[in-house]
């Protein structure tokens, strides 16, 4: 029997039967709770007897416990059940439950709850961190606060998975729909089977049957919604099946295609002449040849019906990602860790913090570290896995040698790194160094996102069938256009009156340092004629700039040159 410290030596202990009748004390109440007192003189007989610490575990040596010492806060533990209750007013109801700290609970079978007013209700159930939660079979709650619905995780200072299955990392994250998942210092999953990934991110719609996507004219369906709250998707490999997303590297070699094609477009415009000679005003035909340059179309509005043209801004905006990987942790029963308890102590040492396997350090508040030698440094910061690091605020690193360095970062698989603000790296390797960003991977180690629902926003990632249908209309529309109006454009003639309305319907450069290159057509009295300009407006906008040149169907052709200024 250990020594005894006099301070403790008039506490009420609660015992049982069996352990009362093996140390040879007499109870008066049998196979019951009682409370036995213990006078002081004879414990400092029995601890005289021998040595205090004599053949007793160094980790027992400091064991001490506290709490009202009336009687009214004792450990209550069901008989029979082989849990264990440590801590003042510790409850362990349910068989082989487990309840550490001050006013823990464990209501059901196998349940553990490590904290003060920590609480499982459900099966197998966690719940680590002070008044974290656990209120179904299979919850898992880590952190102040914390809540786990059925099956679900929840990691990280007030962090709730509601959802049934859902996972949250994070402080303040929410997982509310079923399967959901929320990463980052309040993402907020709130739609089945959707993921909010980054610090601040939101799921906005969730899945969505029978609805029309950009581009696409049959219904689609998408299984959920993947929101990374306005940031950059990098290390986006090029897609290649239908439902993959695209980068940028793709769209601008669909550019040049686009490039290519309008290279080819007539060098003129006017309207369509139709058989009987007369003008057709609902028709304009280009012509030109394609060795001298093309003609390019210029000041294309946005498109808006499924025959309308788009214009290369409205293609631009069309790129956008979205990733998603998702993840649940069952609980186990048997919790434990291995380790040299004196060398390998884990060390919790900001306020609220959690702590757990050889080495683990959780120095910042409300910090969570779980794994050999993970180390949680930033506030609210969430490490797992062996040599885990998460030194920014809010980070969260996931993975052996995850590191997590930037503010509301998260680095997501092995080696992973997440080293700028609001940045989020996802996969063995993959490295986000630029704020706001997501990241599969690196350069020359790409990923494919698959599975990519059609896009319905303009925000939205689109995927290589979406992209090929909405750009096959557009060549196969542009095509046809140049088909039908190249065959009758010489039949058009100019005038001089034409040649002047269409100098004056050219526009004039408007931005300073840029310059426009423009086209313009007149007709009057049944003649017509084409005009061309380069306009510019200097770098101060003080100046600008202008030639042109018209050409007629009587053969002439004329030149103008001017400049202004502004004062």
């Not at 349940?111 to 099966?123: E, K, L, W």
């Not at 599969?440 to 689109?462: K, Q």
Request: aromatic share 4%; with cysteine; net charge neutral.
């Amino acid at each position: 029997m250990n020594a005894i410290n006099r301070s403790h030596s008039n506490r009420t202990i609660k015992i049982r039967q069996p352990a009362c009748l093996a140390a040879g004390i007499r109870l008066t109440q049998p196979r019951n709770l009682i409370v036995v007192q213990m006078a002081l003189a004879g414990l400092l007989a029995i601890g005289a007897a021998r040595p205090a610490h004599a053949s007793i575990p160094a980790a027992q040596q400091y064991f001490d416990a506290d709490g009202l010492q009336d009687g009214s806060d004792g450990v209550t533990i069901l008989p029979g059940s082989k849990a264990l209750a440590v801590g003042a007013g510790a409850h362990a109801l349910a068989s082989r439950g487990i309840a550490i700290g001050w006013g823990a609970a464990v209501s059901n079978w196998a349940g553990i709850a490590v904290g003060s007013g920590a609480s499982v209700a459900g099966y197998d159930g966690v719940a680590i961190g002070e008044q974290a939660l656990g209120t179904a079979t299979g919850a898992f709650a880590g952190g102040v606060n914390a809540r786990a619905n059925l099956l679900a995780t929840a990691i990280g200072a007030y962090s709730a998975a509601t959802g049934d299955m859902s996972s949250a990392f994070g402080a303040y994250s929410g997982a509310g729909g079923r399967a959901a998942l929320a990463l980052g210092q309040n993402a907020l999953a709130a739609h089945d089977n959707s993921v909010a990934l980054g610090a601040g991110s939101a799921t906005q719609v969730g899945a969505r049957a029978g609805y029309l996507a950009y581009g696409l004219s049959a219904a689609q369906t998408s299984l959920g919604e993947v929101n990374v709250g306005q940031r950059t998707v990098s290390g986006v490999a090029a897609g290649a099946a239908d439902q993959d997303a695209v980068n940028v590297a793709q769209l601008r070699a669909l550019d040049s295609k686009i490039d290519a094609a309008a290279a080819r477009l007539a060098d003129t415009l006017g309207y369509e002449s139709n058989a009987d000679g007369s003008v057709n005003r609902n028709s304009i035909v280009l012509t030109g040849d394609p060795d001298s340059g093309g003609t390019q179309i210029h000041n294309v509005a946005d498109a808006h019906d499924a025959h309308d043209a788009v214009n290369l801004g409205q293609l631009s905006t069309m790129l956008a990602g979205a990733v998603g990987n998702g993840a649940s942790t069952g609980a186990n029963p048997l919790f434990g860790a291995a380790g040299d308890p004196a060398a390998e102590a884990a060390l919790a040492s900001g306020a609220h913090s959690i702590a757990a396997g050889a080495s683990a350090r959780a120095a910042g508040a409300q910090a969570v570290a779980f794994g050999a030698n993970a180390q949680a440094d930033g506030p609210s910061a969430v490490a797992i896995g062996a040599h885990a690091r998460a030194n920014g605020t809010n980070a969260i690193a996931i993975g052996a040698d995850a590191r997590a360095s930037g503010s509301n970062s998260l680095a997501l698989g092995a080696a992973t790194n997440a080293s700028a603000d609001n940045s989020v790296a996802l996969g063995y390797g993959s490295n986000a160094d630029r704020a706001n960003s997501v990241s599969l991977g690196t350069t020359g180690n790409e990923r494919h996102i698959t599975h990519v629902a059609p896009a319905i926003e303009g925000t939205d990632a689109v995927n290589l069938n979406q992209l090929t249908q909405t750009m096959s209309g557009t060549l196969g529309a542009a095509n046809r256009y140049t088909d039908d109006k190249v065959r009758s454009v010489r039949r058009d003639a100019y005038g001089g009156t034409a040649a002047a309305l269409a100098v004056a319907a050219l526009p004039q450069a408007a931005i300073p340092g840029r310059g426009m290159i423009a086209i313009a057509g007149g007709t009057y009295g049944g003649q017509s004629a084409l005009a061309f300009g380069v306009s510019q407006l200097s770098e101060t906008g003080t100046w600008a700039y202008r030639v042109q040149g018209t050409a007629s169907s009587r053969g002439e052709a004329g030149v103008a040159l001017g400049a202004g200024t502004h004062w």
